[in-house]
């Protein structure tokens, strides 16, 4: 079964078909994952699993397997699949070593970019803006579609990065971190200031600013941690003081 998978979307803004089988069930379950269908902790039998995504328990079991390399499902040798637990100690883990590899990733991005980076750039917040436009009127039915853009704006930025595992580490940290920007969009509603925020980020790095672009992107990165400590389900959790204060 070929399925289009709702609320992906590729970097030119179309809507993202999957090229497999496994690739689909991949990626629906790890939409159902970060939107929490199947919450932290949750075992995920493949009998169970394949009936209702329509696949082979083979297929499952390949698409489990890059979900474990994404650190959103953990394997228990022969016990099976379970959803990665979550805590804020864990998102400020993330959150940490993401300020410290994507404000590096920022700094070569903007010492490497070229004409066509700086046209990718433009038209990644083009298309992020029109969609934070949407989410202030719809949070429901539009924060597939801001989180698709925040991430391809996110990439584009460090587009043109020379180092192959900074951007691979960041391609993992991101998908953790989706499941706390998740929880922390649909319980307060997305401030005003982060459009800003973006824009900031945004003219810094088409200016070539990369002292100004990577101390606005940090405190931009470390307000999701902030507001996911907010939330009523994390606001009791201990947590480490963040380095730069916020």
């Known amino acids: ?9 590729a970097a030119n803004g179309e809507a993202y078909e999957p090229k497999t089988l496994v690739d689909g069930a991949y990626r629906q379950l790890r939409r159902d994952i970060i939107e929490g269908r199947h919450p932290p902790g949750t ?26 390399s994404d650190s959103l499902v953990v394997a228990q040798g022969q016990r099976g ?43 990644a917040f083009h298309l992020l803006t029109r969609a934070e436009e949407k989410l202030a009127g719809d949070v429901d039915g539009s ?22 595992w900074i951007r691979h580490f960041l391609a993992i940290l991101y998908r953790q971190s989706e499941r706390y920007r998740r929880i922390s969009v649909l319980n307060r509603p997305v401030p005003q200031d982060v459009h800003e925020e973006h824009e900031h980020i945004f003219k810094a790095a088409i200016a070539r600013d990369a002292d100004e672009a990577t101390r606005v992107l940090s405190g931009h990165i470390w307000r ?11 606001a009791q959790e201990p947590a480490r003081k963040a380095a730069n204060g916020g």
């Open 224 to 234: 999701t941690f902030q507001t996911v400590a907010s939330v009523p389900q994390f």
């Open 1 to 9: 079964m070929e399925q289009l998978i709702t609320g992906d979307f």
């Open 81 to 123: 699949f379970r959803v990665a637990p979550i805590s804020l100690a864990d998102i400020e883990d993330i959150t940490r070593t993401r300020v410290m590899l994507e404000c590096e990733a920022l700094r070569q991005s903007i010492t490497n970019g070229d004409e066509v980076w700086e046209g990718n750039l433009v038209s």
């Open 43 to 68: 075992k995920l039998r493949v009998e169970h699993l394949k009936d209702e995504y329509e696949v082979g328990a083979g297929t499952l079991r390949e698409a489990l397997a890059l979900l474990v």
């Open 143 to 164: 924060v597939n579609e801001w989180e698709e853009r925040n991430r391809v704006f996110h990439e584009t930025l460090i587009g043109a990065c020379t180092s192959r």
